[in-house]
């Protein structure tokens, strides 16, 4: 039994952006299924008649069996009534390869060297303008892959994106040595200049990402610059680390004298003494070095630090005290009295040291005057 209608579906696979049915001319009544994310044209003698979204539809093609194989006979057998279908697949392909075919020569902004850099990426499209991509680009051809559709952009995709290429790193003033960190900014720049291009065809450039840049390793000059940009942030962070150095040392230094002057405390605070009275026994033990006992003016300056001394330390200067001062007011056993009693000037003197004493609280007034009356007694 002859077939009276035809079923048409897409059959291509998803990395295909237009497909042409195979079966053409077929009979009225003949069904289009349009699943989702897809589109379909209807051409009729030549010319796109009705575009179909996703369902089922009926065909009138004006070619009718039986009586369309009468018409046939006066046209050789073909039907003067010619119909087919094109289909356009509605998804975004993503993973679509690009990359400059030649270096891109621009001067450096950072560094002001001109330089010559590659670049490569991917994109990701989608039909955007069925009628328009299918009119524009593929005419009466049967089909339409990523590869093909690249090919077809790839001439003006080369020339813009080397000029892109060098206005973004331009504009945003992006260093050479910098570029991976800025890959999104680039990418982003780029895309924003191409979209519109792509649009012109009934494409849409969903995505666009620059995911390799090509530096001239190797080159004398770049070399020169990629050296001399390593140490300016190499220097900046070795001086850095040493300021943390010292002062974590000066920090350590601190600690230490607090840690020592804190045991200190603690060891005065456990034999009952403070430190000022460890200050002025310092000063105590250094006068009674001092040879010269009478001269009571070298101990002027500890005299009031002495009389704070007190406790165990306090005898003990008590002690050295009271024996200096024996020394002082004792006469040597072998002068002759006679000369001890003409001497008045050296009884003067001692007076005015036991002044001096009484004065600055090492002995008492009752002290005093009993040492006074022992040096008249002597020189009676």
């Given amino acids: 039994m002859a077939q009276i209608a035809?079923?048409?579906k897409y059959?291509?696979?998803n990395s295909t952006f237009i497909?042409?049915?195979p079966n053409e001319d077929f009979n009225s009544l003949t069904q289009l299924i349009v699943h989702e994310s897809q589109e379909a044209i209807f051409f009729m003698n030549g010319q796109a008649l009705d575009l179909f979204g996703p369902g089922r539809y009926t065909l009138e093609t004006q070619n009718i069996p039986k009586l369309g194989k009468a018409l046939n006979r006066t046209t050789g057998?073909?039907?003067?009534?010619?119909?087919?279908?094109?289909?356009?697949?509605?998804?975004?392909?993503?993973?679509?390869?690009?990359g400059t075919d030649s270096k891109v020569q621009y001067i450096e902004p950072t560094y002001g060297f001109p330089i010559s850099i590659g670049a490569s990426g991917e994109m990701s499209l989608r039909a955007e303008d069925s009628r328009k991509l299918l009119l524009k680009l593929v005419g009466t051809e049967n089909f339409l892959g990523q590869q093909k559709l690249t090919s077809f952009f790839r001439a003006f995709l080369m020339t813009r994106v080397k000029t892109y290429i060098a206005q973004a790193m331009k504009s945003n003033a992006i260093n050479i040595f910098e570029l991976d960190e800025n890959l999104t900014i680039f990418s982003d720049s780029i895309h924003k200049q191409l979209v519109p291009d792509f649009a012109d065809y009934g494409v849409s450039l969903e995505r666009f990402f620059v995911t390799n840049i090509v530096k001239p390793d190797g080159d004398r000059q770049y070399e020169k610059f990629k050296e001399l940009h390593f140490r300016q942030y190499a220097d900046i962070a070795e001086a850095k680390l040493r300021q943390q150095t010292d002062l974590i040392y000066a920090q350590t230094e601190a600690q230490k004298v607090v840690i020592d002057s804190q045991a200190q405390a603690t060891k005065r605070a456990q034999e009952g003494y403070t430190y000022a009275q460890e200050r002025g026994f310092d000063v105590a033990t250094e006068v009674a070095r001092n040879e010269a006992v009478g001269q009571f003016t070298n101990?002027?300056?500890?005299?009031?630090?002495?009389?704070?001394?007190?406790?165990?330390v306090g005898g003990m200067v008590g002690g050295m005290m009271s024996d200096a001062m024996d020394s002082a007011v004792t006469p040597a056993p072998t002068q002759p009295q006679a000369q001890k009693t003409d001497d008045m000037a050296a009884?003067?003197?001692?007076?005015e040291k036991l002044t001096m004493m009484k004065e600055a609280g090492l002995i008492s007034d009752d002290e005093f005057n009993a040492m006074k009356a022992k040096l008249i007694s002597e020189i009676m």
């Fill in 6 to 8: 035809d079923i048409i």
């Fill in 11 to 13: 059959e291509g696979d």
């Fill in 347 to 351: 009884f003067k003197t001692k007076i």
């Fill in 77 to 98: 057998g073909d039907t003067p009534f010619h119909c087919e279908v094109y289909f356009i697949n509605k998804t975004e392909q993503m993973n679509i390869k690009w």
């Fill in 19 to 21: 497909w042409k049915h």
């Fill in 299 to 312: 101990m002027g300056v500890g005299f009031g630090t002495m009389a704070g001394v007190g406790g165990a």
